[in-house]
């Protein structure tokens, strides 16, 4: 079974450039997030998709970052202007949805991330 | 606040000793998921194990335990046997319900340092 697959792995912009990254979720996942994880810190979550819809993007600076997920599948995140403080990892995880909360709960799995350094 | 808290940014141990690593949760749903991840150094989040709000025996995964309290809200991991590789950041993280759809957030991490 294919993982979540992510690209680029590594991207160094300037400040005020922009930048976009691609996920493509394990075959079959409704649900997609993007975490940012600066590091020495944990993952927090950027936003969430429910097939092509957004079910949380309370954490996502929308002055600046925008995501979209057509067709439910594949998904993007962008960033336009970056700032030296967007330079983090930025991970992509999938993961499938239960028909019913009575059901096991089934694990997020991770892309390898892509690594933004912003100079 | 934090949904997720994890009180120890580091913990030192000895090879093959065991070791626990502290989370403890905030939510008011009844039905919540718990899952513990690593991280190594390459980066990747590998998941570990799950436990269910109303599993009502501790989940375990060959060297890896959940010790969950809920009363207590706590969802501690324990190591046993612990060896070199298991040198890693872990991470605590609960998926809640949140407007109709699930949402999993994450603690701040544990770096755990095996010593041989």
């Known amino acids: 079974e294919a993982g979540v697959a992510q690209s680029p792995r590594y991207k160094i912009i300037e400040k005020r450039q922009s930048v976009a990254f691609w996920c493509n979720p394990i075959s079959g996942h409704a649900t997609l997030y993007w975490y940012q994880q600066i590091l020495g810190q944990g993952p927090k979550l950027l936003i969430q998709?429910?097939?092509?819809?957004?079910?949380?993007d309370s954490q996502l600076p929308k002055d600046r970052f925008s995501a979209e997920r057509l067709k439910g599948v594949d998904s993007t995140l962008k960033i336009q202007p970056a700032k030296l403080e967007d330079s983090a990892v930025y991970l992509c995880a999938s993961s499938f949805t239960q028909p019913s909360p009575q059901l096991r709960d089934t694990e997020a799995f991770f892309g390898q991330g892509t690594r933004l350094t912003v100079v | 606040a934090q949904k997720i808290t994890q009180t120890q940014p580091g913990m030192f141990v000895q090879e093959k000793e065991a070791v626990t690593l502290d989370c403890t949760y905030d939510t008011s749903d009844q039905s919540y998921g718990l899952f513990w991840y690593k991280q190594p150094s390459s980066g990747e989040m590998i998941f570990l194990i799950y436990q269910g709000s109303y599993d009502e025996q501790n989940a375990t995964e060959g060297r890896y335990s959940l010790n969950f309290q809920k009363a207590r809200k706590s969802a501690n991991l324990v190591i046993s046997a612990s060896q070199l590789g298991d040198s890693a950041m872990y991470f605590c993280?609960?998926?809640?319900?949140?407007?109709?759809?699930?949402?999993?957030?994450f603690g701040q991490g544990t770096r755990l340092t095996i010593n041989p």
């Open positions: 998709f429910q097939n092509n819809g957004v079910v949380d």
């Open positions: 993280a609960m998926r809640e319900i949140f407007q109709g759809a699930q949402k999993l957030v």
